[in-house]
């Protein structure tokens, strides 16, 4: 253990990436953060605008000896005190310092509240740097896949427009029976017999499971995602601004946070925009609309008449219910009657984002 402390006003500005990153392997090899070149051990005078330069670090303590903790420069400058710390700068002394994560919120109070705040937006401008050149390698793939992926989701929108229309509610009465066995379609039959009670025995039957849950929900926005992902990735081909780690924050921070937000949020909506676009198309898939015609007119049901089916290109509704008349002619275009989607990228930037 230090019997004496160090102090080294040597930074004028933020250290770099550089340095940080040989102090940080200088802690996992040594287990020593007090030790490395130009870091102060001394306590600080300093306890507003602190910089923090690190996420909580555990100290491997065991690589010093006897296991001892690391001093603190606020309450323990050459005695044990703590586990695990954090790198931090002091601007108006020029030096650095590793203090422990404990001491440092008691010690800088409100001053540590926002330094944290600082360095979170640090670290996602860092991110979305390294996001932005990922997507400039893999953008003509992403691009190749989002447009006529988004071309289908408007055609989707078109369906959906028609069908409100022409029925509104239909959709969401649709999606509110088919939720309750979360699509699974079940057709009873009296088997004849009754039970010890008399009653009849009744034996429910599956006949599929219907696609379009996604599709017939109120807040289905496929095509405005996709939209909004061409739109970001339009902007990822012009640079982000350049930026630093600087004290006081740097001027261009909310705008790299902002434009790389956006994109972040695009990728890690292309997923599954795909699965609801592919969930429409089943929707309207002969077999699907077939399915869901005989699950309608089952015994039991609630509806007094249920007609759904194809003439053409036109989807047929004639629906009453307990919940009133629907009759709908919907369109249908080509795209969906393909029923084909463009294949997702195989991307570890995708899983990444996700």
């Given at each position: ?9 040597i ?7 550089e ?32 910089v ?16 001892e ?7 323990a ?9 954090r790198?931090?700068?002091?601007p ?27 360095f ?12 932005w ?18 071309a ?28 309750q ?15 010890r ?8 039957k ?6 379009g ?13 996709l ?5 970001a ?18 001027p ?11 994109l ?19 929707f ?13 007119n ?38 969906i009657?393909?029923g ?14 996700a």
């Amino acid at each position: 253990m230090q019997t004496s402390v160090s102090f080294h006003p040597i930074f004028s500005s933020v250290p770099n990436d550089e340095y940080l990153a040989r102090w940080r392997e200088c802690i996992g090899r040594t287990g020593r953060p007090e030790d490395f070149e130009g870091v102060s051990t001394n306590k600080p005078t300093q306890i507003e605008n602190i910089v923090l330069l690190s996420e909580e670090i555990k100290v491997p303590v065991g690589l010093r000896p006897g296991g001892e903790k690391v001093p603190c420069p606020f309450c323990a400058t050459t005695a044990p005190k703590f586990i695990r710390g954090r790198m931090a700068y002091f601007p108006d002394e020029h030096a650095i310092r590793f203090v422990g994560h404990r001491c440092a919120q008691v010690h800088f109070g409100d001053n540590f509240k926002h330094a944290e705040r600082t360095f979170r937006r640090q670290m996602a401008c860092r991110s979305y740097i390294d996001l932005w050149k990922e997507v400039a390698e893999q953008r003509p793939g992403l691009v190749q896949f989002v447009q006529p992926l988004s071309a289908i989701a408007e055609d989707l929108h078109f369906t959906i427009e028609q069908l409100d229309g022409h029925a509104p509610g239909f959709r969401s009465f649709l999606h509110k029976e088919l939720a309750q066995t979360n699509g699974e379609l079940f057709l009873r039959s009296d088997l004849g017999m009754t039970d010890r009670l008399g009653n009849a025995v009744v034996q429910s039957k599956s006949i599929g499971k219907a696609a379009g849950l996604r599709f017939l929900w109120e807040g289905y926005s496929a095509a405005r995602d996709l939209q909004r992902m061409k739109c970001a990735l339009a902007d990822s081909e012009h640079p982000l601004p350049e930026w630093h780690a600087t004290s006081p924050e740097h001027p261009a921070t909310d705008e790299v946070i902002r434009r790389g937000r956006m994109l972040e949020k695009a990728l890690r909506n292309i997923l599954p925009a795909l699965a609801d676009v592919q969930d429409g198309i089943g929707f309207f898939s002969p077999k699907n609309v077939g399915l869901i015609h005989r699950w309608g007119n089952r015994p039991q049901t609630p509806f007094a008449k249920f007609e759904f089916g194809f003439a053409g290109r036109q989807l047929l509704v004639r629906c009453r219910s307990i919940a009133g008349e629907y009759f709908a002619n919907v369109l249908i275009p080509e795209s969906i009657q393909r029923g084909a989607v463009p294949a997702a990228p195989v991307s570890e930037l995708l899983k990444k984002v996700a």
